[in-house]
């Protein structure tokens, strides 16, 4: 079953103000990272946040993490027309054996309106 | 300089055909993957190759076969074509399983 799934799954602002997108997700993890895909291309990393880790900043990027409530969150301040895409979550669910695979959510789309 | 490279950008066959998809990464990285985005943006992996070990989703059909020629290429084979495996194909690699994924532009596939 899949492992994050993103809330909202479509989000429209205005240019200049800031977008939240949340992940949850079910068993435990080793890291969970951040993607975005604009459209017709593919997935760029954005940020990677370890187990240990509550919360990781990139320019206007905060990502937090509560592994209390298996969720994290994705901020991105400022917002610009730029950031329509599709944002992602990606986990790295513990688990034995050397079959250590990510798992995508479904992804929330962005769409900045100018 | 494109890191991860794919081929062709777009596929259009018929049902029973047999096709591949090229992938190459200059990141000098020893981890390569295949994933499968539907139509709703689900990103699914398909597999993952890590220093000649194959990881293979058990849900992937055995229609799909991995070949890797050396370390900068996986390229994926898929024998007889159907209407379900339209979607759009992506490659990635990384240096090290689950670490930051450097993903190819992806090729559609549609199949008729």
């Known amino acids: 079953s899949q492992q994050g799934e993103e809330d909202p799954q479509a989000l429209s602002i205005q240019e200049g103000e800031n977008a939240t997108m949340n992940c949850s997700y079910k068993?435990?993890?080793?890291?969970l990272q951040w993607y975005r895909q604009n459209s017709g291309r593919g997935l760029v990393h954005l940020i990677l946040?370890?187990?240990?880790?509550r919360e990781k900043h990139s320019g206007r990027l905060r990502v937090t993490l509560d592994t209390s409530k298996k969720s994290s969150s994705l901020l991105i301040t400022a917002s610009r027309a730029a950031d329509t895409a599709s944002y992602f979550c990606?986990?790295?669910?513990?688990?034995?054996?050397?079959?250590?695979?990510?798992?995508f959510g479904s992804g929330t789309q962005l769409t900045v309106l100018p | 300089d494109t890191a991860v490279s794919q081929t062709p950008k777009y596929l259009v066959t018929q049902m029973g055909n047999d096709k591949s998809i090229k992938c190459e990464q200059n990141?000098?990285?020893?981890?390569m993957y295949w994933y499968k985005q539907d139509s709703k943006k689900f990103l699914k992996i398909m597999f993952s190759?890590?220093?000649?070990?194959?990881?293979i989703n058990e849900t992937v059909p055995n229609r799909f076969s991995p070949k890797s020629p050396d370390k900068a290429h996986l390229n994926l084979h898929i024998n007889s074509l159907e209407l379900g495996d339209s979607a759009v194909y992506f490659c990635?690699?990384?240096?090290?399983?689950?670490?930051?994924?450097?993903f190819g532009p992806g090729t559609r596939l549609t199949v008729l």
């Open positions: 990635a690699s990384s240096q090290g399983l689950i670490y930051e994924q450097f």
């Open positions: 068993t435990s993890i080793n890291n």
């Open positions: 946040i370890r187990s240990n880790e």
């Open positions: 990606a986990t790295d669910p513990v688990q034995s054996g050397s079959a250590r695979q990510l798992t």
């Open positions: 990141l000098g990285h020893d981890t």
């Open positions: 190759y890590n220093n000649k070990e194959l990881i």
